[in-house]
């Protein structure tokens, strides 16, 4: 008997390219994509992960910084960084870490903060 050991991050990519060759050759129920599956498959916190590196390939960077500065508190960032996206949307949510790492300020709260502030100053949205 042989144990396969894989981690979280490696289930979720697992997940994600099963999902997508399923969709790609039509053999998968309209309910079930590669969103859905990476939340059965994989811890929350990475799936959260997965579900922001999917926006655009910038979230990419800012994420990887993230990691390597707080390496026992990025999970709890990761939540906070997914219930900001949910809350102002896409475009909102890339101008907040474009700007977050114009500025060098890698944590969940620091997006908030300038999520906050941008949309203060442009009156519901940033910029």
Same mark, same amino acid.
């Not at 390939?57 to 960084?81: A, I, Q």
């Given at each position: 008997?042989?144990? %396969?050991?894989?981690?979280?991050? /490696?289930?979720?990519?697992?997940? &994600?390219?099963?999902?997508?060759?399923? #969709?790609? /050759? &039509?053999l998968?129920?309209?309910? $079930?994509?590669?969103?859905?599956?990476?939340?059965h *498959?994989?811890?929350?916190?990475?799936? /959260?992960?997965?579900? %922001? %590196?999917?926006?655009?390939?910038? =979230? #990419?960077?800012?994420?990887? @910084?993230?990691?390597?500065?707080?390496?026992?508190?990025? #999970? &709890?960032?990761? @939540?906070?960084?997914y219930?900001l996206?949910?809350?102002?949307?896409r475009?909102? *949510?890339?101008?907040?870490?474009?700007?977050? $790492? @114009? /500025?060098?300020c890698? !944590?969940? @709260?620091?997006?908030?903060?300038?999520?906050? #502030? !941008?949309?203060? =100053?442009?009156?519901? &949205? %940033?910029?």
């Open positions: 008997l042989a144990m %396969l050991y894989v981690s979280g991050s /490696q289930l979720c990519a697992l997940a &994600g390219k099963i999902a997508g060759q399923l #969709e790609a /050759q &039509g998968a129920p309209r309910t $079930v994509c590669k969103r859905s599956l990476i939340q *498959f994989c811890g929350k916190p990475y799936a /959260q992960r997965q579900l %922001l %590196l999917d926006l655009d390939p910038t =979230v #990419e960077p800012y994420l990887t @910084e993230l990691v390597h500065r707080r390496p026992n508190y990025w #999970e &709890g960032d990761v @939540e906070v960084m219930r996206y949910r809350a102002i949307g475009a909102d *949510f890339l101008a907040a870490v474009a700007l977050a $790492v @114009e /500025q060098h890698y !944590g969940g @709260e620091y997006l908030v903060t300038i999520a906050d #502030e !941008g949309r203060a =100053v442009a009156g519901g &949205g %940033l910029w």
